[in-house]
């Protein structure tokens, strides 16, 4: 996976980690109101002050904007948890990020054009408070001119058909770090390039050389029929969104559609794969695979994976994607519960060597609701004696507020679910339980508190404190434990806000061990506040307002924004935490810390406890193939990663890829079933997921320890 896609994950992580509300004892109404302002009376005044070709449209700024823009920025100086004065600095900040989002890749703006928008810079903090919106828009009017001129220029390439694959040349396809070309000549070149990149995909997906060209010349008409749809709406929008990313990664602006679409998400059921997709750039990414649906059970496409090809059915004709819409995918995709959908993706682990792999998903209904935790039993044995181990899978946070608000005793949650699932693993005597978040982005807090109550006695759970610091303690109130025996939390870089809340005060009370990766550092309160309310008399429908207002910390005092829960045994991660997680967004709020809340820690976690435990994995790898499989599996997968340019030279990169597909059928021969197989009469766990295998290996020798 290259840097340009895991700047797009980062991003898309921001959108699926969900909002925490108001679901506890805290509360994030504002406590002094916003005055509301009268409908701005007049279209703003919009002359385009670089000259562009005479046959594009130009978009301007509407009307209702005005006043959406001063309420916005209202908004975030009242109630945003980091008091950030609107001044030039910001300004500065709010610039470059929009140019990032039109043209984070340096493809499309010339040095001069850059150069010509500096004028901007220090002003728009002005310009924000006074609702003038002219200058994202004289410089969005620039590039879409260069989007039209790059269309033409690729057009012209893929007509000439002059590509050499015998040359030993690269293309780097990460060029953040670069500057702005100084002219045609020398962006012509780096197109040149990446076109000739593109081509030399299909060729080695299979494809001849005039169905390339053909796939290709597809594909950039479709560029063109995208930017020819963007409206005022779309652009106002991004610009928007370059101002409250400012102030943090996690506040961020609706346009009334965005909106509408984010409300119908939350709340309906979902027909197809059971994974949410975005578009970023050229690629359909799907965003995260909903726990519980086809895709996840199924497990053969995984979050960040690119989708480049669509089929309906057995035989369908495979259509590419590429270059869509994100609205035109989803509906391809979407079909009848009990069909067959086929995608053509590019799998995230492969990095710029990703060729496309075609998997099948019968489609099914899947309601976000309905993804509900599952435990399963691992019976093995070792050297030192038997285990018999139990897992519980926590997909998210969830609890059917309907119902419980309704009065109906009978309501799905998480607590109530895991509640009877500990109790039939202690009916079947199980030696420890393993709790797995790897893929729990969070949900409801409520839910994790009262998580936490089944495994401590009783005391605080969080703490939260508002955008006024004011400071809360939100408490475990049961008094008993269902459960006291060794318990172990498994956690990703992809557990999030309600998932480090528990694990943190699991952590905190000494009450089980975190093994794992570092979790994602998601520490942070949001509020969706409809932009309606403060210009009531507008008749024209006006977008909403994702905004931070309050961060989370741990009974210890210190919080879990931007670090985090570290695990106390850490396993190999496939991830960069200055890449992928909270730390890597540059406008993350600081770690922090505030006093301690009154809590009394149980003995089950010692420093005598951990040792051992580390003893024992450090033996492992000495010994154990799968564990030293997982260590360069990660490996390769960083370096992958990290990788800024690639070869367009054909026969090395044939040769890169048939390496790799004789790694992998090698690999898979060693692997085996998901299931206990008898060696050397020991009933031995060989597992295909082994980050899950070597943590029950851990649990067990926590197990161990305490019969020792």
């Known amino acids: 996976m290259n840097s340009k896609i895991l700047i797009m994950i980062k991003k898309n992580l921001i ?76 300004s500065e900040v709010i610039y470059h990020n929009y140019l990032d989002a ?21 002003y728009i903090d002005d310009y924000l408070k006074s609702g003038n919106l002219d200058a994202p828009y004289q410089i969005f009017a620039v590039f879409k001119e260069r989007y039209y001129q790059r269309i033409a220029f690729i057009k012209q390439m893929l007509n000439t058909n002059n590509f050499d694959f015998t040359l030993d040349e690269e293309f780097v396809y990460d060029r953040d770090e670069m500057n702005w070309v100084a002219d045609e000549n020398e962006l012509n070149n780096v197109w040149r390039r990446y076109i000739k990149n593109e081509l030399l995909n299909l060729k080695l997906s299979g494809k001849e050389m005039d169905d390339a060209i053909e796939v290709l010349d597809k594909r950039y008409d479709r560029y063109q029929t995208v930017i020819q749809q963007y409206n005022s709406s779309d652009v106002y929008q991004v610009f928007m969104n370059s101002f409250t990313e400012a102030y943090d990664p996690h506040t961020s602006y609706f346009n009334p559609i965005t909106a509408e679409n984010f409300d119908i998400e939350m709340s309906k059921s979902l027909e197809g794969i059971g994974a949410r997709l975005t578009k970023d750039g050229d690629y359909t990414i799907v965003v995260n695979v909903i726990p519980g649906g086809p895709a996840f059970k199924l497990d053969n496409i995984h979050d960040n994976d690119r989708i480049v090809g669509v089929a309906q059915g057995e035989d369908g004709e495979m259509i590419d994607v590429v270059g869509w819409r994100n609205d ?129 006695k009783e005391g605080p759970v969080v703490q939260v404190k508002d955008y006024q610091g004011r400071i809360s303690k939100e408490n475990d109130k049961s008094g008993t434990v269902l459960y006291d025996g060794p318990l172990a939390v498994l956690t990703s870089r992809l557990s999030a806000s309600a998932s ?87 406008s993350a709020l600081p770690w922090d810390k505030i006093p301690s809340s009154d809590y009394s820690p149980v003995s089950n976690i010692s420093e005598s406890l951990l040792q051992a435990l580390h003893e024992e994995y450090n033996e492992r790898i000495k010994e154990d193939v799968d564990l030293q499989d997982l260590i360069a599996d990660t490996k390769r997968m960083r370096e992958n990663r990290s990788k800024k340019s690639v070869s367009l030279n054909e026969e090395k990169r044939r040769k890169e890829r048939d390496e790799e597909e004789n790694r992998r059928k090698a690999q898979s021969d060693l692997e085996g079933e998901i299931t206990s197989k008898e060696t050397s009469a020991l009933k031995k766990l060989k597992l295909k997921d082994v980050y899950l295998q070597e943590s029950l290996f851990v649990l067990a020798d926590m197990v161990a320890y305490r019969d020792s």
Do not use: C, W
Request: hydrophobic share 40%; no cysteine.
């Open 102 to 122: 039109l043209d984070n890749n340096k493809l499309y703006f010339f040095k001069q054009d850059v150069e010509s928008f500096d004028k901007y810079k220090f």
């Open 500 to 586: 480090e809340i528990f694990a943190a005060a699991i952590q905190d009370y000494n009450r089980g061990l975190i093994v794992g990766e570092q979790s994602f550092g998601k520490g942070t309160v949001q509020n969706l506040v409809g932009l309606q309310r403060y210009i009531p008399k507008e008749e024209e429908k006006l977008g909403q307002l994702k905004l931070t207002m309050a961060k989370f910390y741990r009974v210890d005092g210190g919080s879990t924004q931007n670090v985090g829960v570290a695990p106390d045994l850490k396993l190999p991660s496939t991830f960069d935490k200055k890449m992928v997680g909270e730390s890597s967004y540059p």
């Open 328 to 456: 035109d995918v989803v509906q391809l995709i979407r079909g009848k519960k009990g069909t067959t959908v086929r995608l053509n993706i590019l799998e995230a682990e492969d990095g710029a060597n990703a060729l496309p792999k075609e998997i099948i998903i019968v489609r099914d209904e899947i309601n976000i609701e309905d993804t509900r935790a599952e435990s399963k039993v691992y019976d093995f044995s070792r050297q030192e004696g038997g285990y018999k181990l139990g897992v519980i899978t926590i997909p998210s946070f969830y609890k059917d507020f309907k119902n419980a608000r309704g009065g109906n005793d009978d309501f799905n949650s998480t607590t109530r679910d895991v509640r009877k699932l500990v109790a039939d693993l202690m009916e079947k005597e199980v030696d420890g339980i393993m709790i797995d978040l790897r893929r729990n982005g969070g949900g409801a807090l409520d839910e994790a508190i009262e998580l936490t109550g089944l495994f401590i």
């Open 15 to 90: 959108y699926i980690i969900p909002i925490i509300l108001l679901i506890a004892g805290f509360s994030l109404i504002p406590g002094k109101e916003i005055k509301s302002l009268k409908p701005a009376a007049e279209v703003p005044e919009f002359t385009l002050q670089i000259e562009v070709n005479d046959t594009i449209k130009i978009l301007k700024p509407e009307r209702k904007n005005i006043q959406e823009t001063i309420i916005i920025t209202e908004l975030l100086k009242a109630y945003h948890y980091r008091k950030l004065p609107l001044d030039d600095s910001v």
